[in-house]
């Protein structure tokens, strides 16, 4: 295990692998609830329920809580677009803790918010921090990465005649110029 000040860091095989189970687990708890509005129970209970609870406008609140749980937990489970399906399903769920389970306190036996707000702060750690190598994102991200590294055909201490006309310059020129002036300030 590495360290990095006070703060450990995993290998990154466990690092991806935990990332991958998190997130499987997670989507697939949305993909369950999302299902359950959209099908089992079926959208129009969703919606009577949802104006029962004095939720806004409450079938496109149904359509869109049916569909962001039951898309974007896909979505988290693949690790496909995790920003973008993270944020929309911590959007989601911060509705449902306000509009629903917020003044109920905190146990889920009695309607209270813990599972909401552990579901939706999940996935918004998910949109903070990604999804991990071992996605689809993680993929893209690899196969990106690869692409743009074999376009490059310049050494990191080669200036162009470009890069001079700008006045750029290349960390391993400062590195040579700071230790030669370390050097002539050092006593012979």
Excluded: C, Y
């Excluded at 079926?42 to 609140?61: C, L, N, W, Y």
């Excluded at 999940?122 to 990106?144: E, I, K, Q, T, Y």
């Amino acid at each position: 295990m590495r360290t990095t000040g006070d703060l450990f860091t995993l290998p990154a095989p466990i690092r991806d692998a935990g990332l991958l189970l998190a997130r499987a687990l997670l989507g697939a708890v949305l993909i369950a609830h999302g299902w359950q509005k959209l099908h089992t129970n079926g959208i129009d209970a969703t919606t009577a329920m949802f104006e029962k609870m004095r939720v806004p406008a409450p079938h496109a609140s149904a359509w869109f809580a049916a569909l962001t749980e039951l898309i974007g937990g896909g979505m988290l489970v693949l690790g496909v677009l995790t920003p973008l399906a993270g944020l929309l399903v911590a959007v989601d769920l911060a509705g449902a803790w306000w509009f629903v389970h917020r003044s109920h306190g905190v146990f889920v036996d009695e309607s209270g918010w813990e599972l909401v707000a552990a579901l939706g702060l999940a996935a918004f750690v998910f949109a903070l921090v990604g999804p991990g190598r071992w996605s689809v994102d993680g993929l893209l991200n690899s196969l990106r990465s690869r692409g743009a590294t074999s376009d490059e055909s310049r050494t990191p201490n080669a200036l162009t005649h470009e890069d001079t006309a700008r006045g750029a310059h290349v960390a391993g020129a400062a590195t040579d110029a700071t230790a030669d002036d370390a050097r002539a300030a050092a006593p012979a």
